[in-house]
């Protein structure tokens, strides 16, 4: 399933991500300072698919329970090593349904990889101080089917 294809989902409709389901409840787009725009699709078992169109990338993220704090560009978690990838800021221009943003909140993020390819995301709402970490996966157009 294409991005294009994403972007047309309806609240309620259900693919499948890995062969499990992620019923699309919500999302928040979020254009970057850098110019560029996110998606973040939001399932109701509490995952999120982060979608950058420009950039073709698709990133599947569950919540993250513990507590992390970088050290020195570096995260360990669960006995690997993320290593500081990328960050940027940006601010949310439209919510829809169960999305975890509002309309105007200003997020900061940073990305950490593993040499595997595994993501953690260190997440920062500067309009409420909250603060989340995710853990996530590269998904491809293949990966993703309508169910």
């Known amino acids: ?29 979020i254009e970057l300072d850098s110019g560029h725009r996110l998606r973040w699709l939001y399932d ?3 995952r999120m698919l982060s979608v950058a ?4 990338e698709l990133i599947l993220f569950r919540e993250i329970e513990d507590e ?8 360990m978690f669960q006995g ?16 829809e349904g169960e999305a975890l943003a509002d309309a105007d909140d200003r ?11 595994e993501i953690v995301r260190l997440v920062e709402n500067e309009s409420t101080g909250e603060s989340t970490a995710y853990v996530g996966v ?9 169910m």
Do not use: C, W
Not at 80 to 95: H, P
Not at 110 to 117: A, I, N, P, R, W
């Open 44 to 46: 109701d078992e509490g």
């Open 80 to 95: 690997k090593e993320y290593e500081f990838e990328y960050e940027d800021a940006g601010n949310v221009l439209e919510s």
């Open 1 to 29: 399933m294409n991005i294009k294809r994403l972007y047309k989902l309806d609240l309620g409709n259900v693919v499948t991500i890995f062969n499990e389901p992620f019923t699309y409840v919500g999302h928040s787009a």
């Open 68 to 75: 992390i704090e970088p050290e020195d560009e570096m995260i």
């Open 138 to 146: 590269y998904v491809s157009d293949e990966d993703i089917s309508e």
């Open 53 to 56: 169109p420009q950039d073709e």
């Open 107 to 117: 997020f900061l993020f940073s990305d950490y990889q593993t040499k595997g390819g």
